[in-house]
């Protein structure tokens, strides 16, 4: 079975404090892994994408890169408007069919 | 604006009576899915669609049924609907089942079952 794995729960940093979320996967081929961004009551906000081992993608102060067995979210200098739940997702399976397993989520919260 | 619509937003509603959450994208996406997101067990699949007339179970299908017979909507069915699937449902589109697009997340339809 697929899981996926997110750590921290939460984490509290200050303005301008760099840190690091983890998804850590265990899938049958893996096909592709999501990071998502959502804030309360919204859905989630499409961030990166990931496809192989080695792959690395930023967004403003959001960087994602990935291995055989996890991904990073690396937030630097974050800012408190960086605060929200961040998801991690896997897909896997044969292809022409797509199931989306998600992660509990690490809830960031930026103290100005 | 594209977009992924949910409606109702809110809704309560009694044990046993059959009710429906619709979903409808502007996007032409080919590919739309349910997920229920309860806290401390995240978003869970509940169905997915690939196309019209095409649908698949995801991880939690009890207790619900979907259609597409249009390309833009696909309608959420709790024929008799139980405590246990008070929720927040999202409904979610994309471009193709390719991992190269990204999934559009509608706004949310909370559900209280009494």
């Known amino acids: 079975e697929d899981q996926v794995t997110q750590s921290p729960e939460a984490l509290r940093l200050q303005e301008g404090e760099s840190s690091s979320l983890n998804c850590s996967y265990t899938v049958s081929g893996l096909r592709g892994l999501f990071w998502y961004r959502q804030d309360p009551g919204k859905g989630p906000e499409f961030l990166f994408t990931l496809y192989s081992a080695g792959e690395e993608k930023e967004k403003e102060r959001l960087k994602a890169t990935l291995t055989k067995k996890e991904s990073f979210l690396h937030i630097t200098a974050p800012k408190p408007e960086d605060s929200a739940t961040y998801l991690c997702?896997?897909?896997?399976?044969?292809?022409?069919?797509?199931?989306?397993?998600f992660g509990q989520g690490t809830r960031l919260t930026i103290n100005p | 604006e594209a977009q992924v619509t949910q409606n109702p937003r809110y809704l309560i509603t009694v044990t046993g009576k059959k009710l429906t959450v619709t979903c409808s994208q502007n996007m032409n996406h080919e590919y739309m899915s349910w997920y229920r997101q309860d806290p401390g067990l995240g978003l869970r699949q509940i169905y997915y669609?690939?196309?019209?007339?095409?649908?698949d179970k995801g991880d939690v299908p009890e207790g619900y049924k979907v259609s597409r017979k249009e390309k833009r909507n696909f309608p959420l069915i709790l024929e008799s609907p139980s405590p246990n699937q008070t929720s927040l449902y999202f409904c979610a589109s994309s471009l193709s089942t390719g991992l190269s697009y990204e999934q559009y997340f509608g706004p949310g339809t909370r559900l209280t079952v009494t």
């Open positions: 669609s690939m196309n019209v007339e095409v649908t």
């Open positions: 997702a896997v897909v896997s399976g044969l292809q022409g069919a797509q199931k989306l397993v």
